[in-house]
């Protein structure tokens, strides 16, 4: 079997808990508004088999010491359904931990997918049905399924908002997560990640408009107190 991986990368600290190898998958058929990976979105050159993304993962087994283990990201890693199951069966010989970041948004199968996550780190998008159409070009009413299909396996979420100026950033919209996160039912974590820049060059050089080129950064001052705020409602 085989799939269609952007890249792989070691020593990641910032996808799940503990020391991690994070692998990017290929295609996503949302189109975010601030996507860091647009050269993510289509599916490309299918390059590696399951085998061998195994062993890839296996090489640095070492590293994860107890907290860590392996991402999967993207892209969207559910709409690689079939491959992904048969990646995660192999993993679990191994009691490899592992953690699915995710819009929810894929082609089905969840439960089958999701009986081998240990953990999902979840990106919300925007709260309600407007402002997840503005962000992502999607019905918000599509990431349902996943989610009821998480909560009946009672899986543990780390919940991710992009705060983006004069879309997420004011307190009503941080009133209104607070309320909708209690759709979750385990949550562990909540994390706030200032809307930035950084992948402009890419859209540049993909000759695709950047959606946001007139928007400035997030303040990182403004989305820590908004955080807080958030943490004491
Ligand atoms: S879900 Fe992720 S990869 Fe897909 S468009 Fe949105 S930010 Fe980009």
Same mark, same amino acid.
């Given at each position: 079997?085989?799939?269609?991986?952007?890249?792989?990368?070691?020593?990641?600290?910032?996808?799940?808990?503990?020391?991690?190898?994070?692998? &990017?998958?290929?295609?996503?058929?949302?189109?975010?508004?601030?996507? @860091?990976?647009?050269?993510?979105?289509?599916?490309?050159?299918?390059?590696?088999?399951?085998?061998?993304?195994?062993?890839?993962?296996?090489?640095?087994?070492?590293?994860?010491?107890?907290?860590?283990?392996?991402? &999967?990201?993207?892209?969207?890693?559910?709409?690689?359904?079939?491959?992904?199951?048969?990646?995660?069966?192999?993993?679990?010989? @191994?009691?490899? @931990?592992?953690?699915?970041?995710?819009?929810?948004?894929?082609?089905?199968?969840?439960?089958?997918?999701?009986?081998?996550?240990?953990? %999902?780190? &979840?990106?919300?998008?925007?709260?309600?049905?407007?402002?997840?159409?503005?962000?992502?070009?999607?019905?918000?009413?599509?990431?349902?399924?996943?989610?009821?299909?998480?909560?009946?396996?009672?899986?543990?979420?780390?919940?991710?908002?992009?705060?983006?100026?004069?879309?997420?950033?004011?307190?009503?919209?941080?009133?209104?997560?607070?309320?909708?996160?209690? %759709?979750?039912?385990?949550?562990?974590?909540?994390?706030?990640?200032?809307? @930035?820049?950084?992948?402009?060059?890419?859209?540049?050089?993909?000759?695709?408009?950047?959606?946001?080129?007139?928007?400035?950064?997030?303040?990182?001052?403004?989305?820590?107190?908004?955080?807080?705020? &958030?943490?004491?409602?």
């Amino acid at each position: 079997m085989k799939s269609s991986v952007a890249s792989i990368e070691t020593f990641s600290t910032v996808d799940g808990p503990g020391i991690r190898t994070t692998v &990017f998958f290929n295609e996503c058929h949302l189109r975010c508004i601030y996507c @860091h990976n647009p050269e993510m979105w289509n599916k490309g050159k299918v390059n590696i088999t399951d085998n061998e993304l195994v062993e890839k993962i296996l090489n640095n087994k070492e590293y994860f010491g107890e907290d860590g283990g392996v991402t &999967f990201s993207g892209g969207e890693p559910l709409l690689q359904n079939e491959f992904l199951i048969s990646v995660c069966k192999k993993l679990k010989k @191994h009691n490899i @931990h592992i953690a699915l970041d995710t819009a929810g948004i894929g082609i089905g199968n969840y439960e089958n997918i999701l009986k081998y996550i240990d953990l %999902i780190i &979840f990106d919300v998008k925007h709260t309600n049905k407007e402002g997840y159409k503005l962000i992502t070009k999607a019905n918000i009413d599509k990431v349902d399924e996943f989610i009821n299909v998480a909560n009946k396996l009672n899986k543990k979420f780390w919940i991710r908002q992009v705060i983006v100026p004069g879309i997420t950033d004011s307190i009503d919209y941080i009133k209104e997560l607070k309320e909708y996160i209690k %759709i979750f039912k385990n949550v562990l974590k909540v994390e706030f990640l200032p809307f @930035h820049k950084m992948g402009e060059e890419k859209y540049f050089k993909l000759g695709i408009v950047t959606p946001l080129k007139d928007v400035a950064e997030m303040d990182k001052e403004k989305c820590e107190k908004l955080y807080n705020i &958030f943490l004491n409602l």
